[in-house]
């Protein structure tokens, strides 16, 4: 059996699993007259009831099947959300063990838990559109793990933050998204380089010496290392690892793939991937200062050209988000938030503009001679049809 196999096997046992646990809370809350209550685990069930039934019947018509597809894409997991927090409430107080390690067991399930929905209802999505939703919809596993867990019932101050900053969320997205890619055989994210013979290091070298540059430039001080708190250090860890995930990994590839029969596919997904980078820093209009937003989503759409050249040409995606990580991270323990705090200054435009100059310039260079066909290689990696989860066990 291949890694798709299992993958189809623990969905199968999970989603049963999950399907009698909340039947049982359903009735449990129906005795108690809470019928409110009774009605949403109802409706969860009966979600879960007909992803279970269509995956083990083959035989549906396709646009049952498709329909399910999008009803459990949709609704699945915030089922699974709330299903982990209410497990984990109902481990704590009825079985009145202790919370440090019940919701340490669970946060490692956490990590994991979305990767047979990834591979099983994700691989369905054959339309990149639908791909696109789809990784933009499951974002929502990194902000929403203490939905519906009292934050009294975490006691400890460290796995209370390692969920409220997102940094757990962040880790569960990756596997979630890395296992919704190779369902669509597209990209591993990397982790061993293959670089041949026309991979330049001096290139590669002045890529993360520029990086440091940047960041240096950008806090403008030393950071105090007695201000990097857990907090501080957990917020640019989800910073890094999410968004790199999104922007690079997922719509990247999802972009190559669409695209795969353009010739300019790689600028072209480059720069779209770099806009829709800088606009999603526009929603931190509703914390900090409009024109400081402005100035960040500017900002970041120059940084989405750098990290996704960083990426490609690479093809590493853990060096964008080391370098991703060290820059957010240097700023937070600078300025003490993960937020940009007052106004902007004719200095802070200047600043930004040489910012845009330099990496839009980087990108540029890229474009052409042997630096083109390093990362027209990558890109034809990362989109290639033979991969898949190929590994079996034999008995």
Request: aromatic share 12%.
């Given at each position: 059996m291949s890694g798709s196999d299992y993958l189809k096997i623990w969905y199968r046992v999970q989603i049963g699993a999950t399907l009698l646990i909340l039947a049982m809370m359903m009735i449990r809350n129906?005795?108690?007259?809470?019928?409110?209550?009774?009605?949403?685990?109802?409706?969860?069930?009966?979600?879960?009831?007909?992803?279970?039934?269509?995956?083990?019947?083959?035989?549906?018509?396709?646009?049952?099947?498709?329909?399910?597809?999008?009803?459990?894409?949709?609704?699945?997991?915030?089922i699974l959300i709330m299903a982990w927090d209410v497990i984990?409430?109902?481990?704590?107080?009825?079985?009145?063990?202790?919370?440090?390690?019940?919701?340490?067991?669970m946060i490692i399930y956490y990590f994991v838990m979305f990767a047979p929905f990834a591979n099983v209802i994700g691989g369905q999505l054959t339309f990149s559109i639908?791909?696109?939703?789809?990784?933009?919809?499951?974002?929502?596993?990194?902000?929403?793990?203490?939905?519906?867990?009292?934050?009294?019932?975490?006691?400890n101050h460290f796995l209370l933050m390692a969920l409220s900053t997102g940094a757990v969320g962040a880790v569960s997205y990756f596997v979630?998204?890395?296992?919704?890619?190779?369902?669509?055989?597209?990209?591993?994210?990397g982790l061993r380089p293959q670089w041949s013979n026309d991979f330049n290091w001096w290139i590669l070298l002045g890529l993360v010496a520029l990086d440091?540059?940047?960041?240096?430039?950008?806090?403008?001080?030393?950071?105090?290392?007695?201000?990097?708190?857990?907090?501080l250090t957990m917020s640019a860890f989800e910073a890094a690892v999410l968004e790199e995930t999104l922007f690079r990994f997922a719509i990247l590839g999802?972009?190559?793939?669409?695209w795969r029969n353009f010739k300019q596919r790689l600028p072209l997904a480059i720069v779209v991937s770099a806009l829709l980078f800088g606009l999603a820093h526009l929603s931190n209009a509703a914390?900090?200062?409009?024109?400081?937003?402005?100035?960040?989503?500017?900002?970041?759409?120059?940084?989405?050209?750098?990290?996704?050249?960083?990426?490609?040409?690479?093809?590493?995606?853990?060096?964008?988000?080391?370098?991703?990580?060290?820059?957010?991270?240097?700023?937070?323990?600078?300025t003490g938030s993960d937020l940009m705090r007052?106004?902007?200054?004719?200095?802070?435009?200047?600043?930004?503009?040489?910012?845009?100059?330099?990496?839009?310039?980087?990108?540029?260079?890229?474009?052409?001679?042997?630096?083109?066909?390093?990362?027209?290689?990558?890109?034809?990696?990362?989109?290639?049809?033979?991969?898949?989860?190929g590994f079996s066990i034999r008995y």
């Open positions: 129906y005795e108690f007259d809470r019928r409110r209550i009774a009605a949403l685990l109802l409706v969860m069930v009966a979600v879960l009831a007909i992803g279970l039934i269509v995956e083990i019947l083959d035989q549906l018509p396709a646009v049952i099947k498709r329909i399910n597809a999008w009803l459990q894409v949709l609704l699945q997991p915030l984990t409430r109902e481990i704590i107080v009825l079985l009145h063990l202790p919370s440090r390690g019940v919701v340490t067991l639908e791909r696109f939703i789809f990784v933009f919809w499951t974002i929502l596993v990194a902000f929403l793990p203490l939905m519906a867990l009292p934050t009294n019932l975490v006691d979630l998204i890395m296992t919704a890619m190779r369902a669509w055989k597209l990209s591993w994210p440091l540059i940047f960041t240096a430039l950008n806090i403008g001080e030393v950071p105090n290392l007695h201000e990097a708190s857990w907090d999802i972009l190559f793939y669409a914390l900090q200062h409009w024109d400081m937003t402005i100035l960040q989503a500017v900002s970041a759409f120059a940084l989405g050209l750098f990290f996704a050249i960083v990426y490609v040409y690479t093809g590493q995606l853990w060096l964008a988000m080391l370098m991703h990580g060290l820059l957010d991270w240097t700023s937070f323990v600078v007052g106004t902007t200054s004719w200095q802070d435009w200047v600043s930004v503009l040489v910012e845009l100059v330099v990496f839009v310039g980087i990108a540029a260079w890229m474009m052409f001679g042997q630096r083109r066909h390093v990362m027209e290689r990558h890109v034809a990696r990362l989109t290639g049809e033979h991969q898949r989860f």
